[in-house]
């Protein structure tokens, strides 16, 4: 028996994936789960770990090495009522999976006027920072945002990525998971040199049993400010908000957990507050997803902003393996942006 | 420019400089035709081995060509599925009303009344006769050549004729190009454009009927042209790996638009042989023989509900007519090829088969050609009520937003205003778009 005053149970995101997939399995015998190595293996990354052995080779197994088919097959069981839920064992991979995500999983709906969907949620990890290289490392996201009919979320926390995966996972359209690994074990300040601090002394590592749901589209203050306003997903999340801690900024960093659908309110009320607005994400900028927040942020705020949007991204190279700290957007290039924006 | 090493070529030996093989077919236009060079195989000469044997005891089979119907209109040997004259008759038909309908669509698009169309002129054994060896319930995924299909499950010529004019009576809401159907009523995978995605989820759509213990098996059918897609190499290897209750069909129709099959492989191997490299079940058939298509279809069905796994069918047909209305194939290919084919046509070959049975008549053919033709013009003048392409008659404009996702999110509530706004500017009150 535990006393009323028990530590909160604290899990690290790898945990919460798991115990997300774990929970939605034991509710709906419908859901599988397949990927390279995710059976009795349990996933590179330790996240499907255990549930070949709970939930049968039926509903856990492992697959050849083809994304097109991993992805073209998951549509077929989702055709056939199933609600698969495929890993890509690093978004890099995902690409010979492409036109089963963006022509067939994304347009099922539509083409059949409802008669078959794709309610496939596909999990995979993705960013840099564990010295992958340019296969290893790379932030899609803005390809699949691109995509009508597909759903893209980043989980930034433990607590976040069980709810949004549950609620990924119940959902009925297809859902790009996207899994920051570099915060797989531990938030990352940007600070690469020092140790990794790990997920069980912050906040968010408080992970509830059983089932409960981030819902999709809705965004989140991480901090509340009136100096600037920050929107990130994923690692960068932490990122900035190491930055503004260490600067001692008064910033309202908002992790929009979802690109698609995007919190747009939330955006729009931050910004309006504070009148400036920094977008950070890791991958390359060029068309990144930044683009579109910027052109949204001035299509709701541009009477309230007293600066030009400010974009921090990572730079338009592939992922270099022994550059990678030189090509992160780190607290140097978050700061100097700050810096540039608080002073406007 | 680099200087070469010297003596580098010889280094490397005496051996002719490399050149580069592109295909070429036989013939172009205006050429005559002669495809002695196809081997015919002898109706009723080909093994049948039991459909649980192992997939390397169909091989040969890879290599030859399953015939039932010889020349003299008799049915020959192991592979004769002995259908009942009942069954005969609703398959020729079907073919008929396959013909008719091709004939009708086809004129109707040169009339205007919608954008395109395909037919299936020649081939239409190789979705008539397959869907009916199959439950009408096993689940089909087929490419865009397979309205035999349809027909043979019974699904209304209405709607199939209001989903290629678009109009309002359109199930999928005008969003699809002609002919790309969609019935899961009628266990009918909506199809796609583009080529091959259909097959790895025709094998995941097994794999789950696997997974749950069900009893339905999944057919799937694509060009010999696109089996050169990496789509149909996930989909072999899925279907080996698991060993899934699926039928993977390839219609060699030999023309993938203007690209004659050398350019997906044919000039090295049969397309039935990729089984053996998968180590799955193949056969080889004579794709306008209605009997030998019922036949393997019906074993490969039999062979994947007795869980010993997937069938590779190669139909070789010949594609009769233009790829679709926005083809022409003499700019490419002789005009002589269509009546040299060695393998005659599947209608005339079943009606020819039927007549020596004493179970039909040239005039009883020639009574349900009026009767089939009469059957689609009554369809198209009631699909015609519901409106033909670009005549105002189509789904609200709403509707253009709908199924994007299953709830409709902010940014596109917004463009769906604009696109009503837009409405009123373009076309005010009283005019149609």
């Known amino acids: 028996m535990s006393g009323p005053q028990a530590e909160p149970r604290r899990l690290n995101m790898i945990e919460a994936i798991n115990e997300a997939l774990s929970v939605t399995m034991e509710g709906d015998p419908d859901i599988v789960v397949l990927g390279e190595d995710v059976g009795y293996f349990g996933g590179v990354f330790r996240a499907t770990a255990g549930l070949q052995e709970k939930f049968g080779k039926n509903r856990v197994f492992d697959t050849p090495i083809n994304e097109c088919g991993i992805i073209g097959a998951a549509v077929g069981m989702g055709a056939y009522g199933l609600r698969p839920v495929p890993e890509i064992q690093f978004a890099d991979y995902i690409y010979p999976g492409m036109d089963q995500l963006i022509s067939e999983a994304a347009r099922l709906r539509y083409r059949s006027a409802g008669e078959f969907i794709a309610p496939i949620t596909v999990r995979s990890p993705f960013g840099g920072g564990i010295f992958g290289g340019q296969t290893h490392s790379q932030s899609p996201e803005a390809i699949f945002a691109h995509v009508s009919g597909l759903k893209t979320v980043i989980p930034s926390n433990p607590y976040d990525a069980k709810g949004l995966l549950i609620a990924a996972i119940e959902d009925n359209d297809p859902v790009i998971f996207f899994e920051p690994k570099r915060i797989y074990n531990g938030p990352f300040t940007g600070y690469y040199d020092k140790p990794?601090?790990?997920?069980?002394?912050?906040?968010?590592?408080?992970?509830?049993?059983?089932?409960?749901?981030?819902?999709?589209?809705?965004?989140?203050?991480?901090?509340?400010?009136?100096?600037?306003?920050?929107?990130?997903?994923?690692?960068?999340?932490?990122?900035?908000?190491?930055?503004?801690?260490?600067?001692?900024?008064?910033?309202?960093?908002?992790?929009?957990?979802?690109?698609?659908?995007?919190?747009?309110?939330?955006?729009?009320?931050?910004?309006?507050?504070?009148?400036?607005?920094?977008?950070?994400?890791?991958?390359?900028?060029?068309?990144?997803?930044?683009?579109?927040?910027?052109?949204?942020?001035?299509?709701?705020?541009?009477?309230?902003?007293?600066?030009?949007?400010?974009?921090?991204?990572?730079?338009?190279?592939?992922?270099?393996?022994?550059?990678?700290?030189?090509?992160?957007?780190?607290?140097?290039?978050?700061?100097?942006?700050?810096?540039?924006?608080?002073?406007? | 420019m680099g200087k070469s090493p010297v003596n580098a070529d010889e280094a490397r030996g005496n051996k002719p400089k490399l050149s580069l093989h592109v295909p070429e077919p036989h013939y172009r236009p205006g050429d005559a035709v002669d495809f002695s060079h196809v081997e015919i195989t002898k109706a009723g000469d080909q093994a049948r081995p039991d459909e649980t044997c192992d997939a390397k005891d169909t091989h040969p089979l890879c290599l030859d060509l399953i015939r039932v119907l010889g020349d003299d209109d008799k049915a020959h040997g192991p592979w004769n599925p002995r259908l009942s004259p009942d069954t005969l008759r609703t398959m020729l038909h079907n073919f008929a009303l396959v013909r008719a309908f091709d004939e009708r669509m086809h004129r109707g698009q040169r009339q205007g009344k919608t954008s395109f169309y395909m037919k299936c002129t020649g081939e239409e054994a190789t979705s008539v006769s397959a869907a009916m060896a199959l439950a009408s319930d096993d689940m089909v995924f087929p490419s865009y050549r397979q309205q035999g299909i349809l027909i043979a499950r019974g699904y209304p010529l209405v709607e199939m004729i209001n989903q290629i004019y678009s109009n309002k009576g359109d199930k999928l809401k005008g969003r699809q190009l002609p002919i790309m159907y969609s019935s899961r009523e009628h266990s009918f995978f909506t199809i796609s454009g583009n080529l091959a995605t259909q097959t790895p989820q025709a094998v995941g759509w097994a794999m789950a009927s696997a997974i749950k213990g069900d009893s339905r098996i999944?057919?799937?059918?694509?060009?010999?042209?696109?089996?050169?897609?990496?789509?149909?190499?996930?989909?072999?290897?899925?279907?080996?790996?698991?060993?899934?209750?699926?039928?993977?069909?390839?219609?060699?129709?030999?023309?993938?638009?203007?690209?004659?099959?050398?350019?997906?492989?044919?000039?090295?191997?049969?397309?039935?042989?990729?089984?053996?490299?998968?180590?799955?079940?193949?056969?080889?058939?004579?794709?306008?023989?209605?009997?030998?298509?019922?036949?393997?279809?019906?074993?490969?069905?039999?062979?994947?509900?007795?869980?010993?796994?997937?069938?590779?069918?190669?139909?070789?047909?010949?594609?009769?007519?233009?790829?679709?209305?926005?083809?022409?194939?003499?700019?490419?290919?002789?005009?002589?090829?269509?009546?040299?084919?060695?393998?005659?046509?599947?209608?005339?070959?079943?009606?020819?088969?039927?007549?020596?049975?004493?179970?039909?008549?040239?005039?009883?053919?020639?009574?349900?050609?009026?009767?089939?033709?009469?059957?689609?013009?009554?369809?198209?003048?009631?699909?015609?009520?519901?409106?033909?392409?670009?005549?105002?008659?189509?789904?609200?404009?709403?509707?253009?937003?709908?199924?994007?996702f299953e709830e409709l999110p902010w940014h596109l509530k917004e463009q769906s205003e604009q696109a009503i706004r837009e409405r009123e500017i373009k076309w005010p009150e009283g005019k149609k778009p």
């Open chain 1, 196 to 344: 990794v601090e790990p997920w069980k002394k912050h906040d968010d590592s408080v992970v509830p049993d059983g089932h409960y749901r981030v819902e999709l589209g809705t965004a989140r203050n991480v901090t509340e400010g009136d100096e600037l306003t920050v929107l990130a997903y994923g690692t960068m999340v932490h990122v900035a908000k190491a930055v503004c801690e260490e600067k001692g900024i008064n910033a309202e960093i908002v992790d929009l957990r979802t690109i698609v659908p995007l919190d747009i309110k939330v955006i729009e009320k931050s910004v309006k507050k504070t009148g400036k607005c920094l977008i950070v994400h890791e991958a390359t900028r060029t068309s990144g997803f930044g683009a579109e927040l910027s052109a949204l942020v001035q299509e709701h705020c541009f009477y309230h902003l007293e600066a030009p949007v400010a974009r921090v991204t990572g730079f338009d190279t592939p992922y270099p393996h022994s550059l990678e700290w030189a090509y992160f957007p780190g607290p140097v290039r978050i700061g100097e942006a700050i810096d540039k924006l608080l002073s406007e």
């Open chain 2, 218 to 404: 999944a057919a799937t059918w694509i060009g010999e042209g696109s089996s050169a897609e990496g789509d149909f190499h996930s989909a072999c290897t899925f279907a080996a790996v698991y060993n899934a209750p699926v039928i993977l069909n390839v219609v060699n129709n030999q023309w993938a638009i203007s690209s004659f099959s050398g350019f997906a492989g044919a000039e090295r191997t049969s397309f039935a042989a990729r089984a053996m490299g998968y180590g799955i079940a193949g056969l080889r058939v004579d794709g306008n023989d209605a009997l030998a298509v019922f036949a393997a279809q019906q074993w490969a069905a039999n062979r994947a509900r007795s869980n010993a796994g997937p069938t590779l069918i190669e139909y070789f047909t010949y594609r009769a007519e233009g790829h679709s209305t926005s083809d022409d194939p003499s700019a490419y290919r002789s005009a002589h090829e269509r009546e040299e084919w060695p393998l005659g046509d599947p209608v005339t070959r079943l009606k020819k088969h039927l007549i020596d049975l004493g179970e039909w008549s040239e005039e009883q053919h020639a009574a349900m050609d009026l009767a089939c033709a009469d059957e689609v013009k009554a369809a198209t003048k009631e699909a015609e009520k519901n409106g033909i392409l670009g005549h105002g008659l189509h789904h609200p404009f709403s509707t253009m937003f709908e199924d994007v």
